[in-house]
């Protein structure tokens, strides 16, 4: 799967079941909601500015965050057990998370780091588990963006 423009990175990212390339949108954020990257290969309707846009986006995965938090099973007891700060990111295995979700149009795939940068790409519908190739885009921004000496955290990608 190609996910920058078509054009092919070495060493290519993990497949999934679906072929082509299927990424129609991709979000950076950090831990405070500012989005750091924004990416769009295929958009058929532009009804909102970029910034409403990034603060729904934002807003979705922070209601879905909550929601899985209060379903969380390990909890001793729903009503009585601490509300933890649900702007912190969770250690990988920690708590009830989510991964991705599917409407009729398209695919919302998910991973937060425990840096608190949170990736997403918005995919067909049908494309398979994404989560090895967000590990792949999160080493891409490590690699290029944290690494970089001229880039200011918190600043936008450019």
């Not at 379903?71 to 990111?89: C, H, Q, V």
């Not at 780091?113 to 918005?122: E, Y």
């Amino acid at each position: 799967m190609q996910f920058f423009g078509g054009s092919d990175i070495s060493p290519s990212p993990p497949t999934t079941t679906a072929s082509g390339n299927n990424a129609h949108m991709m979000y950076v954020f950090n831990r405070n909601g500012v989005c750091l990257l924004y990416r769009e290969w295929i958009r058929p309707l532009h009804t909102l500015n970029a910034q409403q846009d990034h603060e729904l986006i934002f807003g979705l995965l922070f209601s879905l965050k909550s929601l899985t938090a209060r379903m969380d099973p390990t909890r001793l007891s729903f009503y009585f057990a601490e509300k933890g700060n649900l702007g912190m990111p969770q250690l990988p295995g920690q708590g009830c998370s989510f991964h991705s979700f599917r409407t009729n149009t398209y695919k919302h795939s998910f991973m937060e780091r425990p840096c608190g940068i949170k990736i997403i790409l918005v995919t067909h519908p049908w494309t398979g588990d994404l989560r090895e190739s967000l590990k792949y885009i999160h080493n891409l921004y490590v690699e290029y963006v944290v690494k970089n000496p001229l880039y200011t955290p918190g600043a936008p990608i450019r």
